[in-house]
RNA sequence: GCCGGGGUGAUGAAAUUGGCAAACAUAACGGACUUAAAAUCCGUCGGCCGCAAGGCCCUGAGGGUUCAAGUCCCUCCCCCGGCACCA
C-alpha cells in the first residue's frame, strides 16, 4: 500500500474546509479553550520559525478538541508596517496590494500544513473595519488623559525616518534595522502606560503559567526602585537641589553631590559660579558624547566653585559638582555622592582627593579606616558616624532614616520606575492614522466616533524621500475642525504597529461585530488565551504592551479579566548550523521545499520530536527521514491488522501509552516524549507480528495531533465515516496497567548487582530472605555484616554492609 | 554588577521529581535479503581494564547531606538571555 502524501494531505485539507469543522461557536454549555499562536506578518512567506510557532499551536487545538472543549483557534495577519512601505518602492505597487497579495500566499502556505483555524475570524490589522478601533480605544485614552501629546526628545532612527518606542530600540538600535538610534526633539503622542505601572508590575504573580525568564524581563523593563528624595540646600540662597536614593542608610556618609551636565539648576546658578568658564566648556564636552562613549570612560567632572551645599541630616557643608557619570534621566538627575558605600563615587573621589566617611561596618574586616579602602564597601553591616542611627543594622537604618528624613521635611519617600510612557507617532504611511485634528481656535480636537474611521488615502506617493507620505494629501490633510467646522489640518503621523497586535486576541472573538472593538458577551466567554504561543523577541514590546490594554479595556468595562494570556508558551528558535535562520546569513530552509519532499505531517513530526517546545531546534535533514520512516512504519501497521485480540502484554503497553501520552500533553506539552511513547509502542506492536484494529485505532487517535492528514486517512481505512475530529481522545483503564510480578534492582552499598523478579508487593521479610540466599548477594556479603536492608516497594532493594 | 535560564554519549535528547544514567531517535559500524542498489529487517554503539565471566570510572569542577544524588545543600568555572555609570 502505496502512501501518496501529496494526494492524502490536500485531500483532507478540503475535507476539513469543505466541512467547516473548525468553526468555533460560543455555546455556554460547553467549555471553551482559546489557542491562540501570535500572528504573522504578512511577508509573502511562512518560515521554520512560524512553522513551529503554528505546529505546537495546532496540536495544542486538536488536542483540546478531541478532549471536548469547544477550541477557539484563529489566525490573521499583523498587516501593517514598514516592509510594505520599502516594498511599495521597490516593485512599484501600492502597499495594500502587495500585503493582500502576501497575505493570500501565506494563507495558501499555512493550508498546506494542515493547521486548524477557523478562517472565517481571520482578522488583517490594515483593514479600515479593523484600525477604526484603534482609532477609537485612542479617542477613549484621551478622554481619560492617557493619550497625550507632548515635545520632548524622543528616539530616531535615521534610516526608517521615523521615532521608535523606547521598546523599540535595542542595544541602542533600532529593532527592525539595526541602524544607531539618535535622539530629536520632537512634539508627539504618547500613551500614559505609566499609570498602570504598578497594575502591570504587581499582576505579574499572577502569571504562574508565564516562564520565569519573560516574568523577570517584564520585571527588569519596568524597573521598580524604592528610596527616596533628599532636599540638599545651597548655602548661598537656601535653594532647594534633590537628589535620589535608594541607600539612606548612606546618607550621613554624603561627602558632596553631583549635578547631570543637563540639570536646569546649573542655568539658575550660572552667575555664582567663579570658574564658570571651566563648567561651561565641560558641560559642553560632556553633552556632545553619545551615552556610548560616557559609559566608556572614566569618571570625568569639575567642581562648581562658589557655592557649595548643606547635607541636611548632619548640616555639614560639602561641595558640589557636574560630571556625566549623573545621567538626567534616573532620579532627579543629582545625586549624593557616598564614596565609601559606591564604587562610581569611590573612583570619583579618589582622582579628585575628595574627602570620605565610612559610615557602614564591614563585618569581614576589624578595623577600618578610609585611607585601607581599596574599594567601595556595598555590603551590609552596623551605622557608623551616623548619629542617633549608630549600631542599626544597615537595612532598618535604610528604612528608618527614610522616614525620619520624611518627618523632618527634609526627603521624602520616592519610587523610581524605568518604564516610560509609550511614545506611539510615526512618520509612516502605512499605519493606522491617528485620528486627531489640529484647529486654530479648537485646539486638539479629536474625530467624532460618527467619523471613524478616518481612513488611508489610497491615492500617495511613496518615494521614500523622507517626511510622512501623508503630509503631501491635500485632500487627507485639509479638514473642517469638527467643533467649529472652520478649515483646520489633520494629523499626518500614524500609530505605532505594536497598537493593532495589543489587542487582536479580543477582535478574534467577534471579528465582524460593528458597535465596538469586540463584542463584551463573546469576550466574557472567550477570554482569557488559555494558551498562547509563539517567540520570546515579543517577551517585553508585545506582551507588556497587550497587558496594557487589556487592563485600560477591563476600566473602560469591555472585559472582566486583568490578564489577557493565562499560558504563556515561548517556543525556542530554530538554527541551522548553530546560528539562526537568515536571509543574510543564506542558511534559510524552505518550509514549502520540506512539504514538497515529504509533505506536512514529517515536517510536523520532525520539529515537534527534535526537542522540547521552548528548546532551540537544530534543523537536521536527516533527523527527518526518520520522521519520514516512522510515519511509514506506523503506516504499515494496516497490513497488519488482525480480528484476534490483543495479548495482554500489548493491551498493557497500550493503556501504558495513553496514559503516558496524555500526562505529557496535560502536563507541559511534552510532544517529543509523547512521540517517543507511541514510537516504543509501535515498535512493541512490530515485535508482536500482529495488531487488531482497536488498538490500532488507538495509534492512529494518539497520533492524530500530531499527523492529522495521516490520521484521518488510516482512521478512514480502519472503517470509521466519522472524522477523527469527532472522536474523543482515548482513556486509559488502570486495571490493564496492572502487573503481577515485578523485576527489582538490587544494590549493595549503592551499587547494582543484580535483579530480581518477585510477587507484586512482595513484604520486605521475605524480600530479605529471597536476596540474602543468592549466590551473586553471598558473594558480596563475604565476611561481611549486614546493618540495613532498604526496600522501595517494587522497585529495588539496598543492601548496608 | 543585579535578575532569570542552562551545562548529560559522536549528535538531538530522556530520566515517573532522591531510587537501574543515557528511553526514543539521528549518525556510524557489522549482518540478513538483493545480480546490485534503494527500501526493509536484525545486531553493536559513554570511557578504561579483561580472551571471557566480570570489574572500575562517568551527568561543567570541587566538597557536603543520604542506604541511595543528574536531581538536595555549599564553593567555584563556563554558556545563553534581560537590565544596567539605575545612585
Redesign the pocket.
Known sequence: MNYDFKKIESKWQKFWTDKQVFKAKLDSKKEKYYCLEMFPYPSGRIHMGHVRNYTIGDVVARYKRMCGYNVLHPMGFDAFGQPAENAAIKHNAHPREWTYKCMDWMKIELKKMGFSYDWDREVATCDPDYYKWNQWIFLKMMERGLAYKKASSVNWCPSCETTLANEEV??GGCWRCKEPVMQKDLEQWYLKISQYQDRLLDDLGQLSNW???VI??Q???I?K?V?CEVYFKLKENRQTISV????ADTIFGATYIVL?PEHPTLRDIEKRISNKDEVVLYIEKAKAKT?LE??E?G?TGVELKGVSTINPVNNEEIPIFVA????L???T?A??A?PTH?Q?DFIFAKEKKLPMRIVIENPKEKTQTVEDLEEAYVGDGHQINSGQFDGMPNQEAKIKIAQWMQDEGIGKLKT?W?LKDWLISRQRYWGTPIPIVYCKSCGIVGVPDKDLPVELPENIKITGEGGSPLLKVKEFVQVKCPKCKEPARRETDTMATFIDSSWYFLRYCSPKFEKSPFDKKEAAYWMKVDQYIGG?EHA?LHLLYSRFFTKFLKDLGLVVIDEPFDKLLTQGMVLKDGEVMSKSKGNIVDPDGIIKKYGADTLRLFIL????PE????W?E??I??SW??L??VWRLLERVEDKNSTAELTRKLHQTIKKVTLDMDGGF?F??A??AI??LV?EI??QEKVNKDSLEIVVLLLSPFMPHAAEEMWQALGNRETILKTSWPTYDEKFLKVDRV?M?I?I?????D?IEVELNTAKEKLEELVLSRDSVKKWMEGKQLK?F?V?AN??V?I?I
Open positions: 535595542i542595544e516562564s520565569r525568564r523577570a524581563m520585571e527588569n523593563w524597573g526602585s528610596g535620589f536614593t535608594t541607600r547631570a551615552k560616557r559609559i570612560k569618571k556625566d557619570y549623573v545621567l534621566e534616573y532620579g538627575g545625586i549624593m557616598v559606591d562610581r523610581h524605568r520570546i517585553i520530536f527534535a526537542a522540547p528548546a532551540e531546534l537544530e537536521n536527516a533527523a527521514d526518520g520512516r516512522f511509514m512504519r511534552k517529543n516524549t512521540i517517543s514510537m516504543e515498535n512490530y515485535k523485576i534492582v544494590q552499598k549503592g551499587k547494582v548487582r535483579k540495613k532498604i522501595v522497585k529495588l539496598n548496608v
